[in-house]
T-cell receptor, first 120, second 116 residues
Framework: AQTVTQSQPEMSVQEAETVTLSCTYD???????LFWYKQPPSRQMILVIR??????QNATENRFSVNFQKAAKSFSLKISDSQLGDTAMYFC?????????????????FGAGTILRVKS | DAGITQSPRHKVTETGTPVTLRCHQT?????MYWYRQDPGHGLRLIHY???????DKGEVSDGYSVSRSKTEDFLLTLESATSSQTSVYFC???????????????FGQGTRLTVV
């Protein structure tokens, strides 16, 4: 079974500064996907970024980037130029890579979440 | 945004009463999921469906049942609600990687259920 651990329950950052959220995971799988989801106070789950484990290059999406360390099973999220709208709960999540049509896929395993507060 | 609608959005119910939450999709995705969100636990999978009338248990299935009689609808039932089932419930959908879909899931807006 896979587990995802987010060791920072809460973090805060000043507007325009950079912050890094940590995530570690445990799996025996070799191919998988890792995600960061954002949940603002509206409760909506928003996909921030996705990393494919078989790709060595770290994923980036505008101000969001990840540091993926497969051997260490570490997957951190860096937010640059933090904005007030980045205030939210952030979840790290794991998904197996499934190519067999008989597999019932895309089940996500989530970490406990990190509350990020951006201060003006 | 993916077409996923959860109903109701909020519900307060009494211990011991049955409760049904509904998830409706307009995307014709094969897979549907029910998760619950609790502080300190993130989201945990309750049940999922891989087709009409095909369902299976997730990590925290005790006390819950599901049904899927149509592709677009996935119902979650608490047969006899308990205070430990007070939570926020999310429905999600996906197409599945094995059938050419992307490795991603789309979430509904969530249902806040309070059992008193």
């Amino acid at each position: 079974a896979q587990t995802v651990t987010q060791s920072q329950p809460e973090m805060s950052v000043q507007e325009a500064e950079t912050v890094t959220l940590s995530c570690t995971y445990d799996t025996s799988e070799n191919n998988y996907y890792l995600f960061w989801y954002k949940q603002p106070p509206s409760r909506q789950m928003i996909l921030v970024i996705r990393q494919e484990a078989y790709k060595q290059q770290n994923a980036t999406e505008n101000r969001f980037s990840v540091n993926f360390q497969k051997a260490a099973k570490s997957f951190s999220l860096k937010i640059s130029d933090s904005q007030l709208g980045d205030t939210a709960m952030y979840f790290c999540a794991f998904m197996k890579h499934e190519v067999d049509v008989t597999e019932y896929g895309n089940k996500l395993v989530f970490g406990a979440g990190t509350i990020l507060r951006v201060k003006s | 945004d993916a077409g996923i609608t959860q109903s109701p959005r909020h519900k307060v119910t009494e211990t011991g009463t049955p409760v049904t939450l509904r998830c409706h999709q307009t995307e014709n995705h094969r897979y549907m999921y029910w998760y619950r969100q609790d502080p300190g636990h993130g989201l945990r999978l309750i049940h999922y469906s891989y087709g009409v009338k095909d369902t299976d248990k997730g990590e925290v299935s005790d006390g819950y049942s599901v049904s899927r009689s149509k592709t677009e609808d996935f119902l979650l039932t608490l047969e006899s609600a308990t205070s430990s089932q007070t939570s926020v419930y999310f429905c999600a959908i996906s197409e599945g990687q094995g059938r050419g879909g992307q490795p991603e899931a789309f979430f509904g807006q969530g249902t806040r259920l309070t059992v008193v």
